[in-house]
């Protein structure tokens, strides 16, 4: 039985308030489905670096997990969001803005 997951825009808007408590900026910078739409995070490190993330599923664990699609300069990582976009109109895109790297995607299942 799949797991029980909530509308997309439900879930960005529970994650931008998880961020908004811990006082890190996050910004939606591409809307995709509202309903079924998958997700990506950008972390920017304000250094020039950042990390994207997606969910993947885990055949092993046999749930869904966060995992690093790109990371190193900030440019490189752009262009790597830009790529998924093309590939995936539905894509929402939220940017984080932290200098400690923090993305609180921990606990954060859909």
């Given at each position: 039985m799949p797991e029980p997951r909530l509308v997309t825009h439900v879930w960005v808007s529970?994650?931008?308030r998880h961020l908004s408590l811990a006082d890190i900026p996050a910004y939606v910078t591409a809307r995709g489905d509202a309903t079924a739409g998958a997700v990506l995070v950008k972390l920017a490190t304000l250094d020039g670096q950042a990390r994207a993330?997606?969910?993947e599923w885990d055949l092993v664990l046999d749930s869904r997990r966060w995992t690093v699609l790109a990371e190193g300069p900030e440019r490189e990582v752009d262009a790597a969001v830009t790529r998924q976009r093309?590939?995936?109109p539905d894509l929402w895109v939220i940017e984080i803005?932290?200098?400690?790297g923090r993305h609180l995607l921990e606990g954060m299942d859909g």
């Amino acid at each position: 039985m799949p797991e029980p997951r909530l509308v997309t825009h439900v879930w960005v808007s529970a994650y931008l308030r998880h961020l908004s408590l811990a006082d890190i900026p996050a910004y939606v910078t591409a809307r995709g489905d509202a309903t079924a739409g998958a997700v990506l995070v950008k972390l920017a490190t304000l250094d020039g670096q950042a990390r994207a993330y997606v969910r993947e599923w885990d055949l092993v664990l046999d749930s869904r997990r966060w995992t690093v699609l790109a990371e190193g300069p900030e440019r490189e990582v752009d262009a790597a969001v830009t790529r998924q976009r093309s590939f995936d109109p539905d894509l929402w895109v939220i940017e984080i803005e932290d200098r400690q790297g923090r993305h609180l995607l921990e606990g954060m299942d859909g």
